[in-house]
């Protein structure tokens, strides 16, 4: 069975921020802001009449910001976004000449027709599986990821924070990009956003 984004559960964005060409960083932050929406459960409406403290020594107070509906339409919209740029990631990489090459070696016949379907529909399979995800890695194994922090990239294209001609950032780009890829055949290698370490 293959699916929409939409229908993905949690356990299944979950896994799929284990496949290796895949930035776990926006699915942490999305969380992180998930856990910062407390809606007010339970009000006790005589209390709310007799004292604007309510149970649990809540006070209401007004609300600074978007309203905990409208951050979690936000949160769902960015998920659904963030779902739709991995499942692009993972076709466009599949339909590399390569990856497609590693399809064809995958030994668990269930994952590697779930992989074919989602080349072609550009859906994922309901559940997504161990295996699917191994499967996937499988073909990525010959990928050789780089991480790149934005702490990093600004340092690399403004060293001294001055001022910078188009030409001056595609030379310190260029020059960043080499260093990553050191002695690397720069046809497998891939990069991906690092998470800024605090």
């Not at 896994?15 to 699915?27: E, M, R």
Request: glycine share 4%; aromatic share 4%; charged share 25%.
């Amino acid at each position: 069975m293959i699916i929409s984004c939409d229908a993905l559960t949690a356990g299944d964005r979950h896994a799929l921020q284990t496949v290796s060409i895949l930035a776990p960083g926006p699915l942490a932050q999305l969380r992180s802001d998930l856990v910062e929406i407390r809606p007010l459960f339970d009000i006790d409406e005589q209390a709310l009449r007799s004292s604007v403290i309510l149970r649990g020594q809540h006070q209401p107070r007004p609300v600074d910001g978007l309203s905990a509906s409208a951050r979690l339409e936000d949160c769902e919209r960015r998920a659904h976004a963030l779902l739709s740029g991995w499942t692009d990631t993972l076709v466009d990489s599949l339909n590399e000449t390569e990856m497609a090459e590693q399809i064809g070696y995958i030994a668990d016949t269930q994952a590697k027709t779930q992989i074919e379907a989602l080349v072609a529909t550009r859906m994922l399979p309901e559940p997504i599986s161990q295996d699917f995800i191994d499967a996937l890695n499988q073909v990525f194994n010959r990928v050789d990821i780089r991480h790149v922090s934005p702490t990093e990239l600004t340092v690399a294209l403004f060293p001294d924070t001055s001022p910078a001609t188009a030409d001056q950032l595609r030379h310190r780009l260029d020059a960043l990009l080499v260093g990553a890829i050191g002695m690397a055949d720069p046809g497998r290698v891939r990069f991906l956003p690092a998470e800024e370490t605090s």
